[in-house]
């Protein structure tokens, strides 16, 4: 079954389109989605790899003291670079800090894994700062995996009626192609090719509720889709230049 998501904290996604109104989704199946533990305050919370057996209590003692010595650090001026800095130095400690990553394993924050608050200029116990979230793997355009932190949608995508591909608003794409056969007279010429770039299909989900699917079979192209009412698909399909709506509509709507 597909399901819809967006963006954690964003209305739309990053995929611009030019019908703001559709309020488009990414759509996917359940094998692309994954249950991952990270920090909830990335911006603020930093990982503290290497601190070895130091607690959290030992290392904010060792805050303390250099706190109190002269002219070591000023929690007003230094950076957690330079605080990082000083506390290897003065310890002989090999400590980093990290930004947030995304980890399957639930319970890495609660086996003893520490953190760096940049705001209260202290360590902490991770579990207090742990967040599970919802995320979808894909292959971009540059084939490399990518992760995005979700929002999954609550809409059941399936129905007892088709799936009607909308064929007069698919995108082609027009590929200029170098003829080089050595036997031709002409050292230039050049072959048209026609590839479609995206597809558009709509499938009724219930009373006054559609879905509309923007696909593609490219490589890097994340399916798009969105929930509209029938007033709101026809003037989707209006302003998408489709002439014979009324023949679509017996489709979407057979049995």
């Known amino acids: 079954m597909r399901k819809l998501f967006k963006e954690y904290g964003e209305d739309l996604n990053k995929y611009k389109h030019e019908y703001d109104w559709l309020n488009l989704y990414y759509i996917a199946d359940d094998k692309n989605f994954k249950e991952q533990v ?16 130091l607690t959290v209590e030992e290392l904010n003692t060792k805050l303390e003291e250099i706190k109190n010595k002269e002219f070591i650090l000023y929690y007003d001026v230094d950076s957690y670079e330079e605080v990082l800095e000083i506390l290897n130095r003065e310890y002989d400690l090999n400590l980093e800090f990290n930004a947030s990553l995304y980890y399957g394993d639930f319970d890495y924050f609660k086996h003893g894994y520490i953190v760096y608050d940049k705001e209260k200029n202290c360590f902490d116990s991770a579990d207090n700062w742990d967040e599970v979230v919802t995320t979808f793997i894909y292959m971009d355009e540059n084939e490399f995996i990518a992760t995005l932190q979700i929002e999954v949608e609550n809409d059941n995508l399936e129905s007892i009626f088709p799936e009607v591909h909308i064929e007069e608003i698919d995108e082609i794409d027009e590929l200029e192609i170098e003829d080089d056969d050595e036997i031709n007279e002409y050292k230039e010429i050049f072959v048209i090719e026609n590839r479609i770039v995206e597809t558009t299909s ?31 698909l026809i003037e989707y399909l209006k302003e998408e230049k489709v002439k014979d709506i009324d023949k679509y509509f017996k489709k979407i709507n057979a049995i």
Do not use: P
């Open 38 to 53: 990270t920090i909830s305050d990335y911006y603020r919370i930093l990982l503290a790899d290497n601190t070895g057996d």
């Open 202 to 232: 709509v499938k009724k989900l219930d009373y006054d509720k559609y879905l509309i699917i923007i696909s593609s079979k490219l490589a890097g192209h994340i399916d798009l889709a969105a929930i509209v009412t029938e007033k709101e």
